[in-house]
């Protein structure tokens, strides 16, 4: 199976504009959908992407993902910015049988 | 509204079994669109995948753990469960139950997670 890598951190001021990556070591970003979560302290994980770039009802349009095969890695984009935003943000994708996690990237929004 | 609660003792001694169980509310385990799985975190790390079930019984480990586990389901309580035996410290972390979408492979419902410590 293949490893996703994430930035451990990022940070940005409120109204900003962050991106979070997603990189996969072996085969190909686009050969498996990836999943985007969000993880507040205190609260469960939710999905705030699916397929690659899709929003769940409910997740607001500040949220986009997309993939890049140049860099086979994909990319959480969160536009203007907003406190409660801060949290975890964990990447997700499968191969054969098997859900793979990245290890995560804590967004601060100061 | 979709609610899963897990439930198991928080502190296990090394070398005996883990046993957690996830009790599924505002729907019904029994449906041909959803696995049911679990998944933990370590403390400091990310994610990792344990496995998954689906209502007739069929399940996926997460190769790393295969020979380990075993999670089985109860589909008249509407439960599904987790057994790690032979627990060590490296199995401390946060154990999530979660809904799996067949179609779309997303975790779409997550239970509020249940830490776990493996200690004498």
Known sequence: NFMLTQPHSVSESPGKTVTISCTRSSGGIADNYVQWYQHRPGSSPTAVIYENYKRPSGVPDRFSGSIDSSSNSASLTISGLKTEDEADYYCQSYDSSAWLFGGGTKLTVL | ?120
């Open chain 2, 1 to 120: 509204q979709l609610q899963l609660q897990e439930s198991g003792p928080g502190l296990v001694k090394p070398s005996e079994t883990l046993s957690l169980t996830c009790t599924v509310s505002g729907g019904s385990i029994n449906s041909k669109h959803y696995y049911w799985g679990w998944i933990r975190q370590p403390p400091g790390n990310g994610p990792e995948w344990i496995g998954n079930i689906n209502y007739s019984g069929s399940a996926n480990y997460n190769p790393s753990l295969k020979g380990r586990v075993t999670i089985s389901v109860d589909t008249s309580n509407n439960q599904f469960s987790l057994k790690v035996p032979s627990v060590t410290a490296a199995d401390t972390a946060v154990y999530y139950c979660a809904r799996l979408q067949t179609v779309i492979t997303v975790f779409d419902n997550w239970g509020q997670g249940t830490l776990v410590t493996v200690s004498s």
